[in-house]
């Protein structure tokens, strides 16, 4: 398997983890810590979009790392990204690792291959869904299996 369907793959799986979190609060709006895990999800979509747009070279100016959301538009952003990172990695599928110029939020200048940052966003997102799965327990809520060894098993 090649870096960029290997990426592709990985992004099949955040899609994935992210559905059974969002599954989890839809089903759940009273939950004792649901705005805690909202604004931890918001997060987690906002800076897949910021990053994106790093990576096509477009201003994120207007994207707060850290949103006051709710779900739906939660789900409106989650329903866009997942095409916008398979088209980019179909643009640079034979050149992953191509040097990405772009400012973080503090304005500071930065050149990453695009690989390393896809890989960021991948555990990044990985990261904060363990935080959201922290609140459901602490709701008395089992949160839903979503280490990649169960999508591995199964999406093989």
């Not at 897949?48 to 709710?70: A, C, F, G, M």
Request: charged share 25%.
């Amino acid at each position: 398997m090649d870096a960029t369907t290997r990426l592709k793959r990985l992004f099949r799986f955040d899609v994935w983890a992210t559905r059974h979190m969002m599954e989890v609060l839809r089903e759940n709006p009273d939950l004792d810590k649901y705005q805690e895990a909202l604004h931890l999800l918001g997060h987690l979509l906002n800076t897949q979009q910021i990053w994106y747009l790093r990576t096509v070279s477009k201003s994120s100016d207007h994207l707060n790392l850290w949103p006051e959301i709710d779900l739906e538009k939660c789900e409106n952003i989650y329903n866009s990204m997942p095409d916008k990172w398979d088209e980019l990695l179909s643009k640079h599928q034979d050149d992953p690792d191509i040097l990405i110029s772009y400012q973080n939020t503090k304005g500071d200048s930065y050149e990453t291959k695009l690989s390393d940052i896809l890989y960021h966003v991948i555990i990044h997102g990985q990261h904060h869904r363990a935080q959201i799965a922290t609140l459901f327990r602490k709701s008395d809520i089992d949160p839903p299996p979503t280490d990649f060894i169960y999508f591995t098993r199964m999406h093989h």
